[in-house]
């Protein structure tokens, strides 16, 4: 398959469902980071129970990219809807830093064929070298959006029994 190809899909494909199923972009930068502290942490001792039940199967990149993107599948199933379409257009810059960060990420924990493919591109090196700008990108500006969009809990206003 064309290396530009399956970038536009690794990058597109999660921007293009967090649209469609208005999926608010604070959620799913939070499911990114919970994927990927998931691959970071959990995929050692994921991959032994693994290899305790399939003897002399090589599971490594395909458990962190499963660890990867869990949080973020679910996220994008449970919490559909949870944007209102007159926020959309606030979500779309943080929507797009933090997908094109996650397609880094992605990048990194490919079968070594793909990632080889992908980082012939040039397309595919620029991405991987500006990994840690998008992340500081997506970082900065969902807490931006955060600080602008939620309101914080008012301790004046008390419930009355």
Known sequence: MNSYVILGIIAGLPFVLAILMRVNSIYLYMSVAAGLILAQYVSYDTMLALNAFFAHKDFGNYVNLGLLLTPIVL???????????????????????T???LGTLIMGYL??????????????KT???????????????????????????????????
């Open 75 to 97: 996220s994008l199933f449970f919490l559909r809807k949870s944007m209102s379409r007159s926020k959309t257009i606030f979500h779309l810059l943080p929507l797009a830093a």
């Open 99 to 101: 997908c094109a960060a």
């Open 111 to 124: 079968p070594g064929g793909i990632q080889h493919q992908l980082l012939t591109n040039q397309i595919g």
């Open 127 to 161: 991405a991987d070298n500006s990994q840690n700008a998008l992340i500081a990108a997506a970082t900065i500006l969902t807490l931006l959006l955060a600080w602008l969009t939620l309101s914080p809990h008012d301790d004046k206003k008390k419930r009355r029994r």
